[in-house]
Structure formats: C-alpha cells, structure tokens
C-alpha cells in the first residue's frame, strides 16, 4: 500500500525531463522531497542512483532509484493507482498509442529543439531545425485532435501522459523562440496546441512547476557557452 | 461467440525489431497473419499503418496499427491478459523492466551498429562504448536465468535477436563475446531453448552474410 513512505526526488528546476516527474506527483498528491543538482555538478547519490546514465530525475522510493522521466512517470502512475486521474489511459491501444507520442516526442522532435537552443549564430542550420520543430507540431496537432476527442487535454478531461510528455517542453520552445529569433509557436498553424498549452500551463497540478521563460534563457545560455567550451578544448 | 479479430503483423524477416514481435506473439499463443514486407517497395498498408517512420514492425489489431516493437510487447502483454505475463506485476521490477529494454535500444544497438559501420578511430571508440554496454547488462543480468528472473519477459525479447549477431560483432570487433560476457551467451543459449525464439531467430551465419553485404555496400568496408 501507498501509504507512510520516503520518496525524493533528484532533479533541478529548468529540468523538462524532472518536470514531468513533478507533475505526476501533483496529479496524484504524492508529498516528496526534491534534491536540487546544480548545473555541472553530480551528487554522490545521482551517481549512486543512476550509474547508468548518470542523469536527473531520478525518484527515489523507499531507497529504490527509478530512473529515465517516462518510466518515471509510468511508475508513479501504478504505484499511486487510486491516488488520482490515471496518467496513462485505461484501454491498452490508447496506451500504445500515447507511448508512441510520447517516444516521438523525446527522440524525434525533442532533439531539433535543442538543436536550436544550442545553435551558435548558424542561421541555416537553426531555420532548418526549427521548420522540422513546427511540422513536429503539426503532427501534434493531429494526434491532439484524435486522442483529446474534444476535451480539454491528450488525456481528455485531465492531464495525462502525452500533456506530460509534450507540456514540460513549452517552457523551452519559448526560450527558443528568443534565443534563436525563430516563430515556433503559430497560432494559424497549431491552433488547437495552442489552447492546449494554455490550459496545460494552467492546471493546478502544472502552474507552480512552468520555469520562467527569462531564467530558461539564461541557463540555456549558460548550457550553450559549456558545451561549446566543451567542444573546443 | 464473436469470431476473433484479425492480426495482422507488417515485418520483415531479418529484422530484430520484428522478431521481437513475433517471439512475444508466439509466447502468447496469438494466431496471426504474417506479411513479408519489401522494404524497397514498401506496401500501401504499411505506409497507411505507419506514416510518422514507415518502418515495420507494425502490429494491426480489428483494424488499428501500433507502431515501435517494444510498445508493440507491450500492447501484446496488456491485450492476451492470459497468456504468459511479459512484464512483472510489481510496479518496480516493471520500472526496471522497461529502463533495460530501452537501454538495449539506446545504448547496445546504437553502438554495435556503429562498431560495423565504421573505421578507425570512430570504430574503436564503438568498440569500447559496446563493450561497456554489454558489461552493464550482464551486470543486470547476473546469474538470474532470464533478465526476468524467473520469468522470460520485455528485457529478453529486447535483446535476444542480436544474440543472432553476436558472430557479426565478434567478426567486425576482433573479440570473443563468450570469453568477455560468458553469462550473455549461456543465456542467450537458455533463451534458443524456447520455440517462440528459436523458430522467430535466424541463422548467426545468415546474419552474418547479410550485414557484411549491407556493410560493404553502403559503407565500402571489408
């Protein structure tokens, strides 16, 4: 049973990826301590949690690490059945089918948005990313047509694994829009993300969490110039 | 009784996504029609079915596609409720289940695909990171006789087709895997004593022939 349990979460606050973990424990009331890792430093205990990737989030239940932010989330979502709105959908093909997103997301649109957040002043390579960055979208908009069915979110009347998946970004995309001077959010081309975004941003479980955009800015600002360092030493 | 619904498997036989597939089809007895796709002509279906990669395999069930093998396992595990359970019931064995069968996809595939391709520094850097990846995973798997204890389940099918391309890494990366990962390849050998891997695997030699083709045509090398 759920019940009187340690539970902490390592993670920092610009973190997509941490985000997502944080919102499923709202959605279903779960109390936790968070861990801050700061930037460019790994504590004992990530490196002791997750020797694998070495990477935030990272829950941890009852001493037991849970790494990687979707099967986080999953987790969270069957251990804390009862606790909340499910997170994934009851019928195992709308599961499948928000699983996929949630896939394409991370490992096909996710990586030409940073792409542009940590483009140097390449225009071309920044233009090209970011029309792939808004036919992604386009193909978002689609699947929020069919999975929403009308309602409020991917999960229909509550926030599920596809917000979750896609939401924790929105920060970010409009970080990327000032950092690199590019549109990635049009209302004419994605009208309905965009009511979506709106009302993913405004949940109770999701309001307190959205970073501030100037502040993602700067730290991605502060990403760029380390890995671009990186690269030259 | 209603009659049952058609499923319908898009594959190809050579790919190890595809037989991950069909070994967790086999696994729970599901009769289904199996289509050979060419990959050079890929079918209306197919494209149909899957239009974001137009890649198989792709599982039709009544009608509706599911992309992406591992999501496919586990459509399969959560729709044949009574066959043999493909994921644990503890919410944390799943966790872990799900973090190795991704972790095969991202950190062994991905690197042993690039320790064929290439040459030279980029190919010894493959090598290592390959080498340390299967280190991980028989770290995982310990002396347990299945990654799913007892029980054969996501993590086996997820990497159980490339124990057929354990003779085209050694080829390609001057190693023994049996000397390096001995407990890898005992089972590897446990798992070909299942009907639903040792009828949906093909032959080490097969792949062998296939890749070093592959490989010598799109990337020169010998």
């Known amino acids: ?233 | 009784m209603a009659p049952e619904k058609a499923v319908v498997l898009l594959d190809e036989r050579v790919s190890p996504f595809g037989q991950r597939v069909r070994i967790a089809l086999a696994e729970k007895g599901v009769e289904h029609e199996y289509r050979e796709e060419d990959l050079t002509n890929k079918s209306p279906l197919l494209l149909k079915s899957n239009p974001v990669y137009k890649k198989i395999p792709v599982l039709i069930y009544d009608g509706k596609p599911i992309s992406e093998s591992l999501i496919i396992v586990q459509y399969i595990d959560d729709v044949w409720v009574h066959g043999t359970p493909l994921l644990p019931t503890d919410p944390y064995e799943r966790a872990n289940a799900r973090f190795w069968a991704y972790f095969v996809d991202k950190k062994i595939y991905d690197c042993g695909a690039r320790m064929l391709k290439y040459t030279g520094e980029a190919h010894e850097e493959a090598k290592e990171e390959f080498m340390e990846n299967l280190k991980l995973l028989e770290g995982e798997l310990q002396d347990k006789t299945y990654f799913g204890g007892e029980n054969f389940g996501l993590v086996d099918m997820a990497f159980v087709p490339f124990t057929t391309w354990f003779y085209t890494f050694e080829f390609y990366g001057n190693f023994s895997i049996e000397k390096e990962f001995p407990k890898l390849v005992a089972w590897g050998k446990r798992c070909m004593e299942r009907e639903s891997v040792s009828k949906s695997l093909q032959d080490p030699l097969e792949v062998y022939e296939l890749l070093a083709y592959l490989i010598k045509k799109k990337y020169g090398k010998v």
Not at chain 1, 86 to 108: C, E, Q, T
């Open chain 1, 1 to 233: 049973m759920a019940g009187d349990q340690e539970l902490k979460l390592l993670g920092s606050w610009a973190s997509p990826f941490v985000i997502r973990a944080r919102i499923a424990l709202n959605l279903k009331g779960v109390g936790y301590e968070f861990l801050e890792e700061g930037l460019g430093t790994k504590s004992e205990l990530l490196l002791k949690s997750n020797p694998v990737y070495k990477q935030i989030p990272v829950l941890i239940h009852n001493g037991k690490p849970i790494c990687e932010s979707m099967i986080i989330v999953q987790y969270i979502d069957e251990v804390w059945a009862a606790a909340g709105p499910s997170i994934l959908p009851s019928d195992p093909y709308d599961r499948a089918i928000a699983r996929f997103w949630a896939v394409y997301i991370d490992d096909k649109w996710f990586p030409l948005l940073w792409k542009i957040i940590i483009a140097k002043a390449d225009d071309e390579e920044t233009a090209e990313a970011a029309e792939q960055v808004i036919a992604g979208l386009q193909l978002l908009e689609e699947a929020f047509e069919k999975c929403s069915k009308g309602k409020d979110f991917f999960g229909g009347k509550s926030v599920g694994c596809i917000d979750i998946a896609l939401g924790c970004y929105f920060g970010w995309v409009k970080a990327a829009e000032k950092m690199a001077g590019v549109k990635l959010l049009d209302k004419e081309k994605i009208p309905l993300l965009m009511g979506w975004a709106e009302r993913f941003c405004s949940a109770d479980a999701v309001k307190e969490l959205m970073p501030e955009v100037d502040k993602l800015i700067e730290h991605g600002k502060m990403v760029r110039a380390r890995l671009n360092a990186a690269a030259t030493n």
